[in-house]
């Protein structure tokens, strides 16, 4: 049941992805604005060999597991 | 005695061989492919009885206007004395070896990735196949990324070759990036993992009362249920400070089927000053035990499920991370763009709320609950090109 519940989410996801295709959003943060999210400060996995290395200690130490880190995206500057 | 112990429980381990493979591809960008980079890390992890160390290397390249293709390959050479195996079995050494190969294919705000993950030891071998899809919206403020990973593992003992077992494991996720303002970044995970097969550890035992017995306690093989399935929901949020600085904040609430809850959550600062960064976080975690988990059992077989794997023990982990990185080649040096040197050491402190200190004479039940401190150091190098 659970399967199915998470492709039901999944396939609303998807179908809001095709949507937003379909009209046009006016940026409230205009790409001209985009300067300090572009600093590597900002970077939310600006090391992805040491982050992964830190999941596997986590993982290994502790019960919980997923869920961390910046699971994709970016700051959308280019 | 020849018998290792297994670190951990096969569930945990069945999640190493993607979790490198997870993180790289979560590097990707939608709408643009990741940088052009090589690292060089050597991991080190030292507390408990147990030292881990070995290398880490990864190489990305783009290779044609919008493929790009990461490779790493990571070793864990491992001494463990742990007090698992100091008070059940014998110390041992240990090496696992994992490839990880991965491509990105970016078609206009698009962003298609696929993964593979080959993980080897002595006696567990797992392989894991991901694959997601990462689509920017709304003006590039949102990015919105679906990923599934597929795992079957095979799991042996080193004294036994008769002995091996499957198991098969799937991930599902979705990712949200959402720019906020002109200095907000957020990201919202949910992820789902679902195990079937031989979960628990074919070497580690659980303790029960044994009237019988000297000590008063006698052991026996742990038994796991064959199912497993987890949910976690992640927040982030990152800060951009009036002073060239950062702050972030991360919560995450996770859940399973086995009865273990968890919270964690966690705040850093990164500071930059001239060519050097420095990063300060503090990362806090509680979690309640799994349904079948007892540090002492009543009596022999005395449910039908057992373990006392203490990564499955009610616990609370803190800690502390201290990063510096200093900035090379600014000017670039031949095909090199620029390169950093990164060192890092993160203390962990770990207590237990239900894990009884067995190398101790108390009265049995009644012995000291165990602690562990570690230290995880990195030291790696990192060019772009």
């Known amino acids: ?78 | 005695m020849s018998q290792t112990l297994y670190l951990n429980s096969v569930s945990i381990r069945n999640a190493f061989a993607s979790i490198i493979l997870l993180a790289l591809t979560r590097a990707s960008v939608a709408g643009v492919l990741p940088d052009d980079r090589s690292d060089v890390l050597y991991h080190l992890y030292d507390g408990g009885g147990v030292t881990i160390d070995g290398p880490s290397v990864l190489v990305r390249k783009q290779v044609a206007r919008n493929i790009s293709l990461v490779g790493n390959y990571y070793v864990d050479m491992v001494t463990s004395a742990s007090i698992d195996v100091v008070t059940t079995a014998s110390p041992y050494t240990e090496e696992r070896k994992q490839w990880s190969l991965g491509m990105d294919y970016l078609h206009r705000n698009t962003t298609l990735s696929a993964g593979y993950t080959s993980s080897v030891e002595s006696d567990f071998d797992a392989t894991t196949y991901n694959f997601s899809v990462s689509q920017d919206m709304f003006g590039d403020l949102t990015t919105l990324t679906l990923s599934y990973g597929l795992g079957d593992d095979v799991v042996r003992r080193s004294d036994d070759e008769t002995f091996a077992r499957d198991n098969s494991r799937q991930h599902y996720g979705i990712g949200l990036t959402q720019i906020l303002t002109r200095n907000l970044i957020t990201t919202l995970n949910i992820e789902t993992i679902t195990d079937e097969g031989f979960l628990n550890n074919p070497y580690r035992s659980v303790r029960y009362a044994d009237p019988d017995s000297p000590v008063g306690y006698s052991f026996e093989p742990e038994l796991y249920p064959n199912t497993r399935t987890s949910n976690a929901v992640g927040l982030l949020a990152r800060y951009y400070l009036p002073y060239r600085a950062a702050v972030q904040t991360e919560y995450r609430y996770f859940t399973d089927t086995w009865d273990i809850e968890s919270h964690t959550a966690s705040i850093s600062y990164i500071h930059p000053m001239d060519d050097w960064t420095f990063t300060v976080k503090y990362r806090w975690h509680d979690q309640t035990g799994a349904h079948f988990y007892q540090d002492l059992f009543s009596r022999t077989e005395a449910t039908n499920f057992r373990g006392r794997d203490k990564e499955l023990s009610p616990l609370t982990s803190q800690t502390l991370k201290l990063a510096a990185s200093y900035k090379l080649l600014n000017n670039g040096w031949r095909f090199i763009d620029r390169a950093s040197v990164t060192f890092s050491i993160d203390i962990l402190n770990l207590d237990y709320h239900d894990f009884r200190d067995l190398r101790t004479d108390a009265v049995i039940g009644e012995e000291p609950l165990y602690a562990l401190e570690a230290d995880v150091v990195q030291l790696f190098f990192s060019i772009w090109y």
Do not use: Q, T
Request: proline share 5%.
């Open chain 1, 1 to 78: 049941m659970k399967g199915r519940s998470l492709l039901r989410v999944l396939a609303s996801l998807a179908m809001l992805g095709l949507l937003s295709a379909c009209g046009s959003v006016e940026p409230w943060v205009k790409p001209y604005e985009r300067d300090r999210l572009a600093d590597p400060i900002m970077f939310l996995d600006g090391d992805p060999v040491s982050s992964a290395y830190l999941y596997h200690v986590y993982e290994a130490r502790e019960g919980a597991r997923g869920g961390e880190g910046s699971g994709g995206g970016g700051c959308g500057c280019n």
